[in-house]
């Protein structure tokens, strides 16, 4: 028995398919298949219990995978032990994020990188929420970064921050001169929505339902930034992250509105995969976030 049927067994449990297993481990299905078979024959018993939907452990599969984990990231750390010995910290690290966090809100933790850790890169990937959980559990990615963040099997979520969220117009519109602007004050009026996909329009209507607030979205868009071009046109107003539209705050091309019911504002989180052992590099990205946020320690998010 090799370590990477170990590896293959634990990755359809997490993954709860025999296909992304697969994929994970550079190899076909029936590969998969044919290992986790040989599993079963040395022990004798049914390891995995298999429906049209999804794959899911046995009592047996369940004590073998806690196991295999445990012994899996042993040997992970063991081997990253001996490679880094006497190594500076250097690499490049993936981080998948939504485009209206990755643009806007990464400088911070970009200057926090290059000070403590300058052999250290963070390449960004920008991706559509749903998008990032898959680059995470397939491995695509080591870090994901996501608004409203939502459990998944394989994968755990650590608090990054919370966006303040504002009502954004055009200098000439009539909300401009107002000092704040009511949520029922957006009934009716013209509005730039996000994709109906998206978790800050689906979290954006519940709030209107709670209210009772009849919404006229003219327009829906997947992009933060063509959201800003259009009510900058005056098509409409939009309900964005403010830290979204600083720039064009600044440049007087958008007016940023605060709520008159008071704040309201999304939260963002960072994905790990689960179990993952992240190396040196990935480590430092991820200590530049909490030295950016104020995130929880390790040991504390681990057991979140």
Request: hydrophobic share 40%; glycine share 6%; with cysteine.
């Amino acid at each position: 028995m090799q370590l990477e049927s170990l590896k293959m067994f634990c990755d359809v449990v997490e993954t709860g398919s025999f296909s992304r297993a697969a994929q994970l481990n550079h190899v076909t299905q029936s590969a998969v298949s044919q290992q986790i078979r040989a599993l079963e024959n040395r022990y004798e018993q049914k390891l995995l219990s298999r429906s049209a939907r999804q794959v899911t452990p046995t009592p047996a599969g369940e004590r073998l995978f806690r196991g295999c984990k445990e012994i899996l990231a042993r040997f992970a750390e063991v081997e990253q032990e001996i490679r880094e010995q006497a190594a500076e910290v250097a690499g490049t690290t993936t981080v998948s994020t939504i485009y209206s966090v990755g643009l806007h809100e990464l400088n911070s933790v970009q200057k926090q990188l290059l000070k403590s850790h300058p052999k250290v890169n963070m390449r960004l990937n920008y991706r559509r929420n749903d998008q990032v959980y898959d680059d995470v559990i397939l491995g695509a990615a080591e870090i994901g970064i996501v608004a409203y963040p939502q459990p998944r099997a394989g994968v755990d979520i650590l608090p990054f921050r919370d966006d303040k969220l504002s009502v954004v117009c055009a200098p000439g519109h009539p909300f401009a001169t107002k000092q704040k602007v009511s949520l029922t004050a957006l009934s009716g009026v013209p509005f730039i929505a996000f994709d109906r996909e998206a978790p800050t329009r689906k979290a954006l209507d519940r709030l209107f339902r709670e209210k009772s607030i009849d919404i006229n979205p003219v327009m829906e868009m997947d992009n933060v930034e063509t959201i800003k071009r259009a009510v900058e046109m005056g098509l409409g107003v939009a309900i964005l992250p403010m830290s979204t539209a600083q720039g064009e705050v600044k440049g007087g091309t958008l007016v940023a509105k605060p709520f008159a019911e008071g704040p309201v504002s999304r939260p963002i989180g960072l994905l790990i995969r689960k179990g993952k052992y992240l190396d040196r590099a990935s480590a430092a990205v991820l200590e530049a976030f909490k030295a950016a946020s104020n995130l929880p320690p390790a040991d504390e998010a681990e057991r979140q």
